[in-house]
């Protein structure tokens, strides 16, 4: 399984940005998606989910309202659209692949992606 984030980059505050990420080497209609970030010296955390068909969706208490994830089955891709962002939105970005669950714990995933860096300046 390979999962290919990219669309970071450095930003304003009170700006947008679009991340990506391409699957490869699963049945990626199977899995459920994800998306955390890991902000320097920080831990990674749990920023949004979709379920397989991309019917459901969740998001931590800090992007709700803000934060978009979605998926496409046809081009095994999934995306995270970041509106009004804030300096506390630095971090890096990961996407994560799990055929059983989503949960908010790093351990709750199997396959996870490089990582793509988001800047928010003030």
């Known amino acids: 399984v390979q999962l290919q984030a990219s669309g970071g980059g450095l930003v304003q505050a009170g700006g947008s940005l679009r991340l990506s990420c391409a699957a490869s080497?699963?049945?990626?209609?199977?899995?459920?998606m994800g998306w955390f970030r890991q902000a320097p010296g920080k831990e990674r955390e749990f920023v949004a989910g979709i379920g397989r068909s991309g019917g459901s969706t969740a998001y931590a208490v800090s992007v709700k309202g803000r934060f978009t994830i979605s998926r496409d089955n046809a081009k095994n891709t999934v995306s995270l659209q970041m509106n009004s962002l804030k300096p506390e939105d630095t971090a890096v970005y990961y996407c994560?692949?799990?055929?059983?669950?989503w949960g908010a714990g790093v351990g709750d995933w199997d396959y996870w992606g490089q990582g793509t860096l988001v800047t928010v300046s003030s």
């Open positions: 080497g699963l049945t990626f209609s199977s899995y459920r």
């Open positions: 994560s692949a799990d055929p059983t669950g």
